[in-house]
């Protein structure tokens, strides 16, 4: 039976040399990648590479060819990550991409705009008066970072986000987290930690947070959990 294996080996080795990948696979842009549907099946989402910028492709899957491209306007932005807030808005994190193969780096800004490319809106960070296009209302500029933390199933208008002021220090930190309007930008608090540090968040899908981990202002690495919405945060663990 080994020589067999060997016999067939030994056939195909020619074959296996002649099939080398050619150096353009490694080094070709990338086509659309990090798809995601919309919560009601009609579109779906992806990002995809123009020039120096990573843009947002939403196609109508009733109509591919509506394809609608969108960036962040008003400077040079990239789209870091994305999220349907609802059937047709999308919320999106940006980034600045400096060279057309450079990773891009997260500005902790939050824009958002609706699948047909209508109702931009600068929803958070700290070139709000700098926006400019139809349909974007200014906003307060807010010198600090701020990421999804989760959508709502059930609230299309609003999202968990997570933020972090760029003023703090190493032993004031505290991540905050706010109900976010992807309408108009307004902010209400969410029912986060109020323990010093820099936190990541899971919520539940009413938006309650349910779950931290974090450094504290020791550098010592912290979670948090709570079994039920308004109970006490308990102390799971620190390393």
Request: glycine fraction near 8%; hydrophobic fraction near 45%.
């Amino acid at each position: 039976m080994l020589r067999i294996l060997l016999g067939l080996l030994a056939l195909c080795a020619p074959a296996l040399a002649a099939a080398e990948v050619p150096l353009s696979v490694f080094v070709a842009k990338q086509g659309l990648h990090d798809l995601k549907i919309s919560p009601d099946g009609d579109y779906v989402a992806a990002k995809v590479q123009m020039k120096s910028q990573t843009a947002l492709a939403i196609i109508p899957l009733a109509d591919p060819k509506k394809v609608v491209k969108v960036l962040p306007p008003g400077f040079d932005g990239s789209v870091a990550d994305y999220y349907w807030a609802g059937p047709g808005r999308v919320v999106i994190e940006v980034a600045m991409q400096y060279g057309s193969l450079d990773w891009p780096a997260r500005t902790g800004e939050l824009w958002a705009v609706d699948a047909d490319g209508k109702n931009e809106m600068y929803l958070f960070g700290y070139r709000a008066p700098e926006a400019v296009g139809s349909n974007i209302r200014r906003v307060t500029v807010t010198y600090a970072d701020a990421e999804v933390v989760r959508t709502l199933p059930d609230d299309p208008h609003h999202v968990i986000i997570a933020v972090d002021d760029w003023n703090s220090t190493a032993d004031n930190a505290s991540t905050h987290t706010y109900r976010l309007n992807v309408d108009n930008g307004i902010l209400d608090h969410a029912d986060g930690i109020s323990a010093p540090g820099v936190f990541s968040f899971l919520a539940d899908r009413t938006g309650e947070i349910r779950y931290a981990v974090g450094s504290d202002p020791d550098h010592h690495v912290v979670t948090y959990a709570r079994p039920i919405p308004g109970a006490e945060w308990k102390l799971i663990n620190t390393s």
